[in-house]
């Protein structure tokens, strides 16, 4: 791996942990200094919304910004220190602590879709490479965020496992400062240049809705994970099995980096999958077990990886270049607000038991896979008429 690359994986490893392990810091704060759950609550939705809301605007203003490495360092460390500043306000300034929660929330967007779209400038004769360690990123963040959170505040108090997350961030902010990024290319002057290209681009259009529909079934899984650990009579089995899918997709993930798939089109061996995905689900249904619930989130999360970095490779091909970030920005957020919805939906309906959740993430991840190759009918008169 060359510097410039691995001091983009380090930084966005760094950034997505602070994005990650914030949620679980700031409510284990909160509820140090006697705010209570529901304070905690809506103030993790201040820091989350955002993520969804101001994606399109933010993905808008790094398209546009003439000077993108400063907006880039900025926005990393304002989500930094916005943190961190909420936090120090629970006690005494909740009002000022909701808002510079809402504040950090708008520069995510730049810590998820955002980074990974300069990828396309960073590394451009190893795309496939770029965005396995890209994905390897988001499962580093997402194992150890919510651990590194916990741990730490278990070993001293919740406020400085806001501070360590914090200090994550302001290290993934002074390392994109490194990086080389020129000017931005030009802009699509058109309003919703960003939704036309994901709309009217066959690739682009199946993987961003096969992406969407997979996460909505994956946002269910803590739930899912939750009863099956209820139903083994093995409480821990809950944060076992997401860091056993977690794992998976990291290793797959790394493995990709270092083979990439090259003989067929990313798209089709994306969508095919995800739809797999849907196999480790619903065999769990006639499976029993600790061993058996590991070892098929594990597989689910091998499969996931892959897919995953090859619907980067697709959006980096297919996103115009005037609206490149906004496509990745809007891709991100949508894929958040589906698993937000997915497990808001899957808690409604836990009375019908793992079983019936298990079946439904299945579904989702067959028609994501179905929906994708519908969609993709259109695509290679497409693509030769872009080629001509």
Not at 152 to 168: M, Q
Not at 177 to 182: D, E, K, N, Q, S
Not at 248 to 270: D, I, K, M, Q, T
Not at 344 to 350: K, N, Y
Request: aromatic fraction near 4%; include cysteine.
């Amino acid at each position: 791996m060359d510097l410039v690359l691995a001091r983009y994986t380090v930084a966005a490893s760094l950034a997505r942990l602070a994005d990650e392990g914030a949620r679980v810091a700031v409510l284990l704060h909160v509820l140090a200094v006697g705010r209570g759950a529901a304070f905690g609550g809506l103030l993790v939705a201040a820091l989350m919304v955002p993520h969804v809301l101001v994606a399109p605007a933010v993905g808008a203003l790094a398209d546009r910004v003439r000077h993108r490495r400063l907006l880039y360092v900025s926005g990393l460390a304002g989500y930094a220190v916005c943190l961190l500043g909420a936090a120090l306000c629970v006690r005494d300034l909740p009002v000022l602590a909701f808002v510079l929660a809402v504040v950090a929330g708008c520069c995510a967007p730049l810590q998820i879709g955002g980074l990974t779209s300069l990828l396309g400038e960073i590394a451009p004769g190893r795309l496939p490479r770029a965005f396995g360690l890209d994905v390897a990123s988001y499962s580093v963040a997402g194992i150890a965020g919510p651990a590194v959170a916990a741990l730490v505040a278990g070993w001293t108090a919740p406020i400085w496992s806001v501070v360590v997350l914090s200090g994550s961030g302001l290290v993934a902010a002074a390392l994109v400062a490194t990086l080389r990024l020129g000017t931005a290319p030009p802009h699509d002057g058109r309003r919703g240049g960003a939704v036309r290209a994901i709309v009217r681009r066959p690739a682009l259009a199946a993987v961003t809705t096969a992406a969407t529909l997979a996460a909505f079934g994956q946002g269910a899984l803590p739930i899912v994970a939750a009863l099956l650990a209820e139903d083994h009579a093995d409480p821990p089995l809950t944060g076992f099995a997401l860091s056993a899918m977690a794992v998976g997709s990291l290793v797959s993930s790394l493995l990709y980096a270092r083979l990439p798939v090259r003989r067929w089109a990313p798209e089709h061996v994306a969508l095919v999958a995800m739809t797999v995905v849907a196999l480790p689900f619903a065999v769990l249904v006639f499976a029993g077990g600790r061993w058996a619930t590991l070892g098929f989130f594990a597989a689910a999360g091998l499969l996931t990886g892959p897919a995953l970095a090859l619907i980067m490779v697709v959006r980096d091909r297919e996103a115009p270049a005037g609206v490149r970030t906004q496509v990745f920005t809007i891709a991100a957020g949508l894929k958040v607000t589906a698993a937000a919805a997915g497990v808001a939906v899957a808690g409604l309906v836990t009375a019908q038991g793992a079983v019936v959740l298990l079946l439904a993430v299945a579904a989702c991840h067959l028609a994501a896979g179905t929906a994708g190759a519908v969609i993709l009918r259109g695509q290679e008169p497409d693509r030769r008429s872009r080629n001509a």
